[in-house]
């Protein structure tokens, strides 16, 4: 399997529930992101890790964790969200912060 | 504030012709730029980049212009064919600490018709 793989690619959660997001690069890429598209707004860069380690979280709140194990593998670990969390969340990678980042096909998270 | 900003929504062309996409920047600092696109249910896909030591660049059917002094950035799709239809990003970013991360606009719905 080649390029960036995300599980699920549907979630529905209850606002006290806890789950995982789950991004797997087979690129051998050294850098990570976390993104948030939701309707009508710009993508968001939610959080960045270079060699596993985080380099930016972008004022986000922490009902969203992130976690890096190693540099193939992205987890976003969510509890107690809110319903304006519904949105598409976006895993990528790259070789450096500069080039051409690959996109997951993003897992439609529905808060209810 | 929106660094990036594509101001048409949404933009409908006829198969055969051209499509123009445009794509504004506010950050003087940026200096890479790049389009992605979307289909529905699928993450973005890079599709062609431009450095700002250039003023344009080809690729294929898909070239990119980038106007420094006016900070604005188009796409052109010549000839248009209906799997264009999809929207398009622009992303944007910079080699100076700080700007390094890909900064996107809203996108822009392009429909070709056939």
């Known amino acids: 399997e080649t390029g960036v793989t995300q599980t699920p690619r549907h979630l529905v959660m209850g606002m006290t529930n806890k789950k995982s997001l789950k991004c797997e690069q087979h690129?051998?890429?050294?850098?990570m992101y976390w993104y948030k598209q939701s309707a009508k707004k710009p993508l968001e860069l939610m959080f960045v890790?270079?060699?596993?380690?985080?380099?930016e979280n972008n004022s986000v709140p922490s009902r969203f964790s992130p976690e890096c194990p190693n540099s193939s593998h992205l987890f976003l670990h969510l509890h107690t969200l809110q319903p304006e969390d519904s949105a598409l969340y976006l895993c990528?990678?790259?070789?450096?912060?500069?080039?051409?980042?690959?996109f997951g096909q993003g897992t439609r998270l529905t808060v209810v | 504030d929106q660094q990036v900003k594509q101001n048409s929504p949404s933009l409908s062309v006829q198969e055969g012709r051209i499509s123009i996409l445009n794509c504004d920047y506010t950050?003087?600092?940026?200096?890479?730029f790049l389009w992605y696109k979307k289909y529905p249910a699928e993450g973005p896909t890079f599709l062609i980049s431009?450095?700002?030591?250039?003023d344009k660049n080809e690729d294929g059917r898909f070239t990119v212009f980038l106007n420094k002094s006016a900070k604005h950035l188009s796409l052109h799709i010549v000839p248009s064919q209906p799997g264009d239809s999809a929207v398009y990003f622009c992303?944007?970013?910079?080699?100076?600490?700080?700007?390094?991360?890909?900064?996107f606009g809203t996108g822009t719905r392009l429909t070709i018709i056939p």
């Open positions: 992303a944007a970013s910079g080699s100076n600490f700080g700007n390094e991360k890909l900064t």
């Open positions: 890790y270079n060699f596993k380690e985080q380099t």
């Open positions: 990528a990678s790259s070789q450096d912060r500069i080039s051409e980042a690959f």
């Open positions: 690129l051998g890429h050294n850098a």
């Open positions: 431009i450095s700002s030591i250039k």
């Open positions: 950050n003087s600092m940026f200096d890479y």
